[in-house]
């Protein structure tokens, strides 16, 4: 199984500064034939359930805030929040969908500081 | 809008079999939308389970070894799973999800989510 590990465990961000969530796969989750990164970034607010933020690691959802961004390509990838609101507060998980069985990343916590 | 609710009979006791049923609205399972189940156990990340398409094909993940069997009903509104022989190690939030399909074997992202459901196995 591809293991997705996510840095820091939990990170806190004054409100309206920049909060950066990385993410790295074991092997690549390039897939070479339609250059495409089979990955996913999710939010779990406090008692919510998961919401899906961006696919193909960089293509933010419909209704998703434009401050929510996502980069990287093979085995590293990076959220960036870039300037954090309240509402952010949440844990945010990463997802590779490029080889069964799918896999998640342990999470990361955002909070205010 | 699209909604996803999962719905079951409680706490299971250890060694017996665990069923829940994903009703979904505003959506069918079809060929753009498929039913996965997903669970998290408490304080714990998130394992995929399992996933079935429009057409009944299903994919588990071998870490069940087995125990794990996903259906969809008649109307293609309903997905269930049937987890047996469970322990103490079931213990989880169980959630379904619609998953955007993106090749063979269980691949695609989630892009909807019900609310989930604890369930206790216990004795």
């Known amino acids: 199984d591809i293991v997705m590990t996510q840095s820091p465990d939990s990170l806190a961000v004054p409100l309206g500064e920049r909060a950066t969530i990385n993410c790295k796969s074991s092997?690549?989750?390039?897939?070479?034939?339609?250059?495409?990164?089979?990955l996913g970034w999710y939010q779990q607010k406090p008692g919510q359930t998961p919401k899906l933020l961006i696919k193909?690691?960089?293509a933010r959802e419909s209704g998703v805030p434009d401050r929510f961004s996502g980069s990287g390509s093979g085995t590293d990838f990076t959220l960036t929040i870039s300037s954090l609101q309240a509402e952010d507060v949440a844990v945010y998980f990463c997802?590779?969908?490029?080889?069964?069985?799918?896999?998640f990343g342990q999470g990361t916590k955002v909070e205010i500081k | 809008q699209v909604q996803l609710q999962e719905s079951g009979p409680g706490p299971v006791k250890p060694s017996e079999t665990l069923s829940l049923t994903c009703t979904v609205s505003?959506?069918?399972?079809?060929?753009?939308?498929?039913g996965g189940w997903i669970r998290q156990p408490p304080g714990k990340g998130l394992e995929f389970i399992g996933r079935?398409?429009?057409?009944?094909?299903?994919y588990y993940n071998p870490s069940l070894r087995g125990r794990v069997t996903i259906s969809l009903g008649t109307s293609k509104v309903h997905f269930s799973l049937s987890l047996s022989s469970v322990t103490a190690a079931d213990t989880a939030v169980y959630y379904c999800?619609?998953?955007?399909?993106?090749?063979?074997?269980?691949?695609?992202?989630?892009?909807?989510w019900g609310q989930g459901t604890l369930v206790t196995v216990s004795s």
């Open positions: 999800a619609r998953q955007r399909p993106t090749g063979e074997y269980g691949r695609g992202y989630f892009d909807g």
């Open positions: 505003g959506y069918s399972i079809d060929t753009s939308y498929y």
């Open positions: 079935i398409s429009h057409d009944g094909v299903t």
């Open positions: 092997q690549s989750v390039l897939y070479s034939s339609d250059n495409r990164n089979y």
């Open positions: 193909w690691a960089s």
């Open positions: 997802q590779q969908y490029y080889s069964p069985p799918m896999t």
